[in-house]
């Protein structure tokens, strides 16, 4: 054994503290505001349990919406801006189209969709850089939102079946916590089970090597863009049932809090590499945290600052990780 192996210091073994780092980190905060006699009445309430759990369903839809083009190595900055688009569109198709409420959140989803087949042709085939060509998009839309809106919100014509489901409970717990498990149910099965999930992974490792074995490339990046609009559009419907209302608010501050999620579930369960449970846990865990500062006094600013510090520590984390397992 040369000198310079011997030197080397052990590896930490994935199955321990790297795999449950985020998990135990959820686990003590979910229990230090828990105990904490400050929080711990209003905390533990049952309403605001089902609060937190509820309010993360849009979120959580984007954070998974981030997840194929950030796996194939690009950015979809735009997932917001896209989710605020669809919830005005599809308000606007019941309230002045009169369309059913299937056929209005079909709408949103198409919109979605063409907007990230727009996103993968500029990255996959002009090869615009995807921070560059979605961060453009998403300021577009939002432009678009407060010139086709007057920076008003939609009350009027929404199906009160879309705020009956945002506001209703099975089980005890908020519906649009089960569309988040089936989305996530989902979106786990095309990325580990499929093969263009397969090739979505290979196509993040090595592109060039990809290229040779006969995948194309483009196209994967390319639809992975397209997944992840229609399930921003997806999300636009969840924000409606969640709010009662189609707002035109800045997409900007949904896709930070998504992609911070994103970022910071890929150091948790298979560290190094996206992957939805980690992602679930992640949204949790910052849903939780900023609950009980919040809870504890602290400014509303805190929500940002902590989601942003959050962003930067996962992304750092990741950096970690991927150069650990390359020299390894």
């Known amino acids: 054994m040369s000198a310079v192996s011997s030197a080397r210091p052990p590896r930490l073994s994935l199955t321990g503290l790297e795999r449950w780092a985020l998990v135990v980190l959820l686990v003590v905060s979910f229990a230090f505001f828990a105990l904490d006699g400050t929080t711990s009445e209003t905390f533990l309430s049952a309403p605001n349990l089902r609060n937190v759990l509820g309010s993360q369903a849009v979120i959580g839809v984007l954070a998974l919406a981030s997840l194929p083009p950030l796996i194939a190595r690009e950015f979809d900055l735009s997932v917001g801006s896209i989710c605020v ?3 005005i569109i599809i308000a606007k198709a019941m ?13 949103g989803l198409v919109v979605g969709g063409a907007i990230g087949l727009m996103n993968g042709w500029l990255v996959a085939y002009l090869r615009v850089n995807a921070l560059i060509a979605t961060l453009g998009v998403g300021t577009v839309i939002t432009g678009f939102v407060q010139a086709t809106t007057d920076g008003n919100s939609i009350v009027g014509g ?20 089960y569309a988040l498990g089936v989305v996530g149910v989902i979106i786990a099965y095309i990325l580990v089970q499929t093969p263009y999930g397969r090739y979505l992974h290979f196509v993040g490792s090595s592109p060039a090597s990809t290229r040779l074995v006969g995948v194309d490339v483009a196209r994967t990046v390319l639809g992975s863009f397209v997944i992840s609009g229609v399930l921003a559009g997806l999300a636009g419907a969840l924000l409606i049932a969640q709010n009662g209302n189609a707002t035109p608010q800045p997409g900007a501050d949904l896709t930070l809090t998504a992609v911070s999620a994103a970022f910071l579930g890929a150091t948790a369960i298979r560290p190094g590499r996206f992957n939805v449970i980690g992602t679930i846990v992640a949204i949790f865990f910052l849903a939780f945290s900023v609950n009980g500062l919040t809870l504890l006094g602290v400014d509303a600013w805190i929500n940002g600052v902590f989601t942003g510090a959050a962003l930067v520590v996962a992304v750092a984390i990741a950096a970690l990780l991927g150069r650990r397992g390359a020299a390894a």
């Open 95 to 107: 309230a002045d189209l009169s369309l059913p409420l299937g056929l209005a959140i079909v709408t």
């Open 158 to 177: 929404i199906s009160p079946d879309l705020v009956s489901f945002g506001a209703g409970q099975w089980l005890g717990l908020p519906r649009t916590v």
């Open 85 to 87: 688009l669809a919830s």
